[in-house]
Every structure is written in C-alpha cells, then in structure tokens.
T-cell receptor, first 114, second 118 residues
Framework: AQSVTQLGSHVSVSEGALVLLRCNYS??????LFWYVQYPNQGLQLLLKYTSAATLVKGINGFEAEFKKSETSFHLTKPSAHMSDAAEYFC????????????FGTGTRLTIIP | GAGVSQSPSNKVTEKGKDVELRCDPI?????LYWYRQSLGQGLEFLIY????????KSGLPSDRFSAERTGGSVSTLTIQRTQQEDSAVYLC????????????????FGPGTRLTVL
C-alpha cells in the first residue's frame, strides 16, 4: 500500500522567495512519485515525476524535487516564487507497474505575497 | 490535440436521484481513471480501466457507484440514489498505456464535473 503526507495545508511566501512544499511517502514497493498543480477552476497538471531514474527531478515552471529514500521524502522547491505560482499542489504516489493509479496527499495551497 | 473532456461541467441534483457523468479520453489512450475530489476526503481513486481487462473497482465507495467504458473509449460514471456526501468534483484521466515496463505513462486529467447533491 502507498500513502503520502503533505505537511502544511497552506503555505505563504513572498514573491522572489524560496518555495518549499513538503511531501513524505510510505510505500511497500519502490515508489513512483509525482507533484501535480491545480490552478483555480482547472484540472490537474503534472509538474514533475520521479520514476527511479535521477533522484533530482526538474519539472515545468522552474520547479524541482529531490527523492530521498533515507528520509522517505520528495519535497518540491523553486528558488524564486512568482505570482503565477499561486495554486494548489498535490503530491502523489503510485506503485508503477501494472496499475498506475495515484494516491494523493491532501494538498498544499500556495499563496504568493506581492 | 484535444485533451480529456468531461461533461457536464456542473451538475446539480436532488438527493435520491441518479446521475451520469461522462468522460472522453484522449484519442488512442487505452487506460482511463476516475478520481473524486471532495472537501472531506481530498483526491481519491475510484476506478481504473485498461484495454479489455477487468476494471479495478477497488476505490468505489459503495455499490451505488458504477462505471463502464464502451468500445475502449468513452466512459460513464453512474451514481445511483445520490446522497449529499457524493457532492464533489469528479475527475477523469487517461494515459497511453498502463503497466509499461520501461516507462511510466503520464495521466492527463480532464477539467472535472462538479456534482452538487441538494
């Protein structure tokens, strides 16, 4: 079974500041890990994914995440926040082979302060 | 090209009525997923179709929920005797193929159907 925990349902950062959204996972098999973003009244969009290749994964819009097996973490970062980054972010895990259904965290709403 | 489409975008119904939600996946995608996004439960997996294989129904919350996929393309999620706790956004996703040995197949999400049960 897989699960993810996102620490902080709401995060606020100033424009230009570092963005750090936390995600910890639990998985009985080597996990596939994902970050999705949801803008208001829109569907989910894949930001980046980890599928057992490089542990530092770069995604769209300047976001990246690092898979740390020892810490069971997959935190999302961006060096400099932009107003357009305001959205809800979801971490997700799947078992990969055979059935790629996603188990999502509860989400983190990111607010950017001008 | 066209993405995943869902209809209706909004549905308001009375408690006890049946509803049908439709999903049109991306052409050529063989895997199709339904998820539910609600305030109380977050984003939850409901059901998954892959080609002609038996669907994985392990996420359906009760026997009032069912889904079918006709001709390997369009899918309909049916909720019978709706309850207020069924109010949520129902999301559909499709991917080129699930279970690939060398490559994870990204799921592309539709905009969702917002269901409100009065």
């Amino acid at each position: 079974a897989q699960s993810v925990t996102q620490l902080g349902s709401h995060v606020s950062v100033s424009e230009g500041a570092l963005v750090l959204l936390r995600c910890n996972y639990s998985s009985s098999v080597p996990p596939y890990l994902f970050w999705y973003v949801q803008y208001p009244n829109q569907g989910l969009q894949l930001l980046l994914k980890y599928t057992s290749a490089a542990t530092l994964v770069k995604g769209i819009n300047g976001f990246e995440a690092e898979f740390k097996k020892s810490e069971t973490s997959f935190h999302l970062t961006k060096p400099s926040a932009h107003m357009s980054d305001a959205a809800e972010y979801f971490c997700a895990v799947s078992a990969g082979f055979g059935n790629e259904k996603l188990t999502f965290g509860t989400g983190t709403r990111l607010t950017i302060i001008p | 090209g066209a993405g995943v489409s869902q209809s209706p975008s909004n549905k308001v119904t009375e408690k006890g009525k049946d509803v049908e939600l439709r999903c049109d996946p991306i052409s050529g995608h063989t895997a199709l997923y339904w998820y539910r996004q609600s305030l109380g439960q977050g984003l939850e997996f409901l059901i998954y179709f892959q080609g002609n294989s038996a669907p994985d129904k392990s996420g359906l919350p009760s026997d009032r929920f069912s889904a079918e996929r006709t001709g390997g393309s369009v899918s309909t999620l049916t909720i019978q005797r709706t309850q207020q706790e069924d109010s949520a956004v129902y999301l559909c996703a499709s991917s080129p193929r699930a279970g690939g040995l060398l490559k994870y197949n990204e799921q592309f999400f539709g905009p969702g159907t917002r269901l409100t049960v009065l």
